[in-house]
Structure formats: structure tokens, C-alpha cells
């Protein structure tokens, strides 16, 4: 059986691993317990559209069996959009989006991070966009719009501050991606 029909069949609950509720709850997820499973904040994800194994129910489940490895395995909690209708909807307060969120701090103490995630904390850092089209500056030009939106892209001060904020988080300390302050020149020409 693999590790996603052991969530959606049966589950051998002695292969639970305890301490991840206190994980998730010291991460951010602190209404972890007030979840009923009453499956609102599932009605209005679009992950569930999407056909993710894992989407904020389900993640809660999971983290309340001590599903760590499932988890971790599956890269669906790279999928919420930060939408939040999870969060206005749920009738405990629960705020879902923000149990994914820790889970997914979980998944970068471990470097259990897909590629597509590095990519895009590297952009973050590089260019203040999570996602950002390098080469996209004739095609906005096209449509009567600058090359560079008015953002840190085109604001070499800005991104040098917002650098400086990424180096003192937890992201420095992993070295998951360089943080060299030349990139800042190298980028941003206004
Ligand atoms: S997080 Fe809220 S909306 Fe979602 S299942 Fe739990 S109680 Fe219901
Ligand atoms: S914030 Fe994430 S988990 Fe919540 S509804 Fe949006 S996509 Fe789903």
C-alpha cells in the first residue's frame, strides 16, 4: 500500500509520528484542535478542484493522525494558492490556510521542498517576485506597460531592504538557495 492509500484506505495508526500536532501548532498552526472535520474550508478549495491528494482538511487529518511521511512525500501543500476562502468560511476559526503554512515549515526544516518551490524562493530573493518573467519586457512594452512593473524588479533600494529581511529569517540558516547581495545589481536596473 503506498503512503497516499494509506490516507485514503486504512491507516496503521501506531505508525503515527505524536509529536507532529505540537510541531504544527508551535509553527502556526495553533487552532489545530478546534478542526470537526465538518469539510467546509474543503468545499471552497481550489485544491480540491485541482485533484490534490492532500488539501487543507485532509492536511489537517493528516497531521492529527501523525502522518509526517505522507506528507512530506506528497507535494500537495505547495499547491495552495493563499487564497484564504478557507479561513472565511471555517466555523471553529480554525484557519486552515495557516495549518498549511506550518506544514510546510515543517517540510523546509527537512528539505522535503519540491523544485519548483526553490525556484521561486530563489526569484523571491533575487527579484522580490515568487514568480517573475525575466523576458517578458517587449511583450509588456507591447500593451503600453514599463518593462519592469513598479515593484522591487525595478527598485534596486527596495530589494536591497527586502534582502536584508530574507537574510534574517530561517531561510538563511537552511542555505537552500545564495544570498548574495551583488544580485542585486545584476537584476535591477531602472
Ligand atoms: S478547518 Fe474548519 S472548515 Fe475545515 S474541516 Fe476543520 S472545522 Fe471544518
Ligand atoms: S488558502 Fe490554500 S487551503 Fe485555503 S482554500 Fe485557498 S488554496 Fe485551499
Known sequence: MSDIEAVTGVVNLSEGDPGLVDEIKELGGE??????Q???????CPMVLAGFSFFNKRVI????????DPLLDDS?????????RCTEVC????????????????????????????????????????????GAGNTRAKVGLPEKPYSTVANPK???ELQAIIR???????????????????????
Not at 487552532?31 to 470537526?36: A, H, P
Open 76 to 84: 500537495s501543500i505547495w499547491a495552495c494558492q493563499s487564497c484564504n
Open 158 to 160: 527596495a530589494l536591497k
Open 91 to 134: 466555523p471553529r476559526e480554525v484557519n486552515p490556510f495557516e495549518i498549511i503554512q506550518a506544514m510546510r515549515r515543517v517540510a523546509i526544516r527537512e528539505f522535503a521542498l519540491p523544485t519548483l518551490s526553490i525556484e521561486g524562493l530563489k526569484s523571491l530573493y533575487d527579484t522580490g517576485h515568487a514568480v517573475y518573467l525575466a
Open 61 to 68: 487529518h493528516a497531521i492529527l493522525l501523525g502522518l509526517r
Open 31 to 36: 487552532e489545530l484542535l478546534e478542526c470537526i
Open 168 to 190: 534574517q529569517t530561517a531561510l538563511a540558516d537552511l542555505g537552500i538557495i545564495p544570498m548574495d547581495e551583488s544580485d542585486v545589481t545584476d537584476t535591477c536596473e531602472v
Open 38 to 44: 465538518c469539510a467546509k474550508c474543503a468545499a471552497a
